[in-house]
Structures are given as C-alpha cells and as structure tokens.
C-alpha cells in the first residue's frame, strides 16, 4: 500500500468520498501530530524561530497545494503557522486531506 505522500489529491467534484469512523482513524493514525476536529477537518501548528521562516514555510505550503489541486486554510503569525484542511465540496474529511497534510508534514524543517 503506497504511502500517503506518494499518493496525489483527487479532483474533488462534490462526490468523493467523507470519512468517519474506522477509515478515518486509520488514517490518523499515520498523521500523529495532526488534529482531527469533529471529523471535520485537520488542522495543525507549525513552530519557526521567526516570521521569515514561516513565511517561506506558508509559501512551500502553497506550491503543494497548487500541485495538488488541494488548499488548506492557513494562519501566518510570527514564529507560526496554523494549517486547516478538509474537502470544501463535501463539507467532511476525504482521503485527499490526508495526503495533503503528509505532503506538508514532509516540507517541514523542524527548527533545531
């Protein structure tokens, strides 16, 4: 079973697929720092020593979210950065939400 960040985001028309219960645990699982809000959204925070930091970290945030088709919400304040993500058509969690947030998890340096 491939990884979540060798998987791409699928184009989401308004009939992909909610998680809950059981497919959404498992997937959480492979996402331990993420926050799964309600079942419906992800969202975590990202720590940086200054704001150039996480400003160049919203901004590699932002090229995955256009290679993927997929856009998180995000929060830019100094030294942080707050993203939130779910599937807008679906108004829940779909497996796209996850990939998203390992691709993230995959661009963050975390400070030393």
């Known amino acids: 079973m491939p990884k979540l960040t060798e998987k791409s985001c699928a184009a989401c028309r308004g009939n992909a697929h909610p998680l809950h219960g059981q497919e959404l645990n498992d997937l959480r699982r492979e996402l331990p720092d993420w926050e799964v809000v309600a079942e419906h959204h992800l969202r975590r925070e990202f720590r940086f020593p200054d704001f150039v930091q996480a400003l160049a970290f919203v901004n590699r945030v932002g090229e995955?979210?256009?290679?993927?088709?997929?856009?998180?919400?995000?929060?830019?304040?100094?030294?942080?950065?707050?993203?939130?993500?779910?599937?807008?058509?679906?108004?829940?969690?779909?497996?796209?939400?996850?990939?998203?947030?390992?691709?993230?998890?995959?661009?963050?340096?975390?400070?030393?």
């Open 64 to 112: 995955i979210a256009e290679r993927e088709g997929h856009h998180p919400d995000i929060e830019l304040g100094w030294g942080r950065v707050a993203v939130m993500t779910y599937t807008h058509k679906v108004n829940a969690l779909t497996e796209s939400d996850f990939i998203l947030a390992a691709k993230i998890d995959a661009a963050y340096s975390k400070p030393a």
